[in-house]
């Protein structure tokens, strides 16, 4: 049954502003930037040792589909996430999210949470789950100073199952990563039968001088904004709940 989606709030003007400034930032850090600033980018050194564990990573994950009912759309847990993904078919278990670690999720998947924490300016990871029927509708990520890396771990032979990155489609691999910039315009779909899963991972872009310590503020303000600390609020809300034995909603 799908569940009422939180309200978003009336945002405070200075996350207004940043919002509005981050065009002018993402300019300043693609200046800066260390690696290729186009839409599909190079594997770090780091993900050969995931890549190589990838099987272990998978079967943590999808360990957790008999029960994926209790993992939440991520709708709920960031509200702002239900104006490109309204239902309830994109669910996320979350390990890291902008820093912070979900202890309870990383005890249920020790060899991932092994692994992930041995990734270089980690900022986020979590399983991103799509149901059957999802369309993530097109989207730009927050901020050009993050890298986002998916390691497939359960991916559809048959049936849509695709991302539109920048007008090009591109599909997930198992035991592959697909690396990606994803401030540019992206929608994604699964019109398979079963689940795809991935390990989504983001880190910090390599930068050097302004564009490194505009980027490292920007991410520290999203680290405090609503967007992130409702995310935590509303995630703890769900496992609360959960505990009790009542349906999240």
Not at 187 to 198: C, K, L, S, T, Y
């Amino acid at each position: 049954m799908r569940t009422a989606a939180p309200r978003l709030p009336h945002r405070a003007w200075y996350y207004r502003l940043g919002k509005k400034a981050r065009r002018t930032i993402d300019r300043l850090i693609a200046r800066s930037s260390l690696i290729d600033t186009g839409p599909l980018l190079a594997e770090f050194p780091w993900m050969g040792e995931l890549s190589r564990r990838w099987r272990a990573i998978a079967a943590e994950a999808r360990a957790l589909l008999p029960t994926v009912d209790e993992i939440p759309p991520l709708r709920l847990v960031s509200p702002d996430h239900g104006r490109i993904s309204p239902d309830d078919q994109w669910r996320s278990f979350f390990l890291y999210g902008y820093g912070y670690k979900v202890e309870a999720n990383c005890a249920r998947c020790p060899e991932t949470t092994r692994l992930v924490e041995t990734i270089p300016d980690l900022n986020s990871a979590f399983f991103s789950i799509l149901l059957p029927g999802t369309h993530i509708v097109p989207h730009r990520g927050p901020t050009k100073g993050l890298v986002t890396g998916h390691l497939g771990l359960k991916v559809p032979q048959s049936g849509r199952c695709l991302m539109r990155l920048d007008g090009r489609d591109v599909t997930w691999r198992e035991g592959e990563w697909l690396v990606f910039d994803d401030t540019y315009r992206h929608e994604v779909w699964n019109d398979a039968d079963e689940p795809r899963i991935v390990l989504l991972v983001q880190v910090r872009r390599p930068l050097r001088g302004l564009g490194k310590v505009a980027a490292q503020l920007f991410l520290s303000g999203i680290r405090r904004s609503p967007f992130v600390q409702e995310g935590r609020t509303n995630l703890a809300g769900w496992e609360k709940a959960l505990r009790a034995g009542d349906t999240p909603d």
